[in-house]
């Protein structure tokens, strides 16, 4: 079973076995895709941020309409940034995997009959681990790095409405928000590609980073901001 599988099943797990200290609950499963931008600390230019989540929740009723309760979730995003130096073009897109939990804050608006019938905010904090590949080209270079073991902290807000749909189902719209954090000082990494020679020959390239190697900076924080529109259930 993947790490997302489990992950997932302990959350599930934690939330049943929480059944005993709330006498209102409801339980709630999402999961939606997202797109949007950001920003880098290497100083290059976020193109696209994408991915999607999935998560679980279960609330509690504080008072007439409003819920309070945990949320699990998992997440995988992409983050596409562009630099340019000295002529040389670099593509570099973080591949994340985000685990996280935290609480969701819920409120019942409207009417039975209304468009809207919710609006929710819920913050998470987590673990994130990456993968990261690097393309760089200019007239006489084309080079492909990759690069693993790279892993932070994580932390994510989101904020949004419920669409009732049919049955259990309902639509959520909803703005997310989020800071990584992440550790690239023991990322090892391989590159291959080709270069053209000053004779104008074709030659193939082919080395390997060690962490340490300056081939990366030590530390890297991502923001990004996205939308997102999601499909949960209830029950």
């Known amino acids: 079973m993947s790490m997302y599988g489990k992950s997932l099943l302990a959350a599930l797990g934690l939330l049943l076995a929480s059944g005993a200290f709330g006498s209102v609950s409801e339980y709630q499963l999402g999961f939606g895709p997202f797109v949007g931008k950001g920003s880098i600390s290497t100083g290059a230019q976020v193109r696209t941020a994408t991915g999607y989540d999935l998560s679980i929740a279960r609330n509690w009723e504080l ?118 954090q992440a550790d690239q000082s023991e990322a090892p990494g391989t590159s291959a590609g080709n270069v053209i020679g000053q004779d104008g020959a074709l030659e193939l390239t082919a080395s390997r980073h060690v962490p340490g190697d300056g081939s990366l900076s030590n530390q890297v924080s991502i923001r990004t901001y996205a939308a997102k529109v999601g499909l949960s259930m209830g029950f």
Do not use: C
């Open 63 to 180: 008072t007439d309409g409003l819920y309070l309760g945990p949320r699990f979730e998992v997440a995988n995003s992409f983050v596409n940034a562009k630099s340019m130096h000295e002529g040389t073009s670099s593509i570099a897109t973080y591949d994340n995997r985000i685990f996280a939990a935290g609480f969701k804050l819920s409120h019942k608006v409207g009417t039975p009959t209304s468009f809207a019938q919710g609006a929710y905010f819920s913050a998470v904090a987590g673990r994130g681990y990456s993968k990261l590949s690097i393309d760089q080209s200019s007239d006489k270079l084309f080079d492909q790095s990759l690069y693993g073991n790279i892993s932070g902290n994580y932390f994510g807000a989101e904020i949004g409405t419920w669409i009732p749909l049919k049955g259990r189902f309902g639509l959520d719209i909803a703005m997310l928000g989020s800071l990584y």
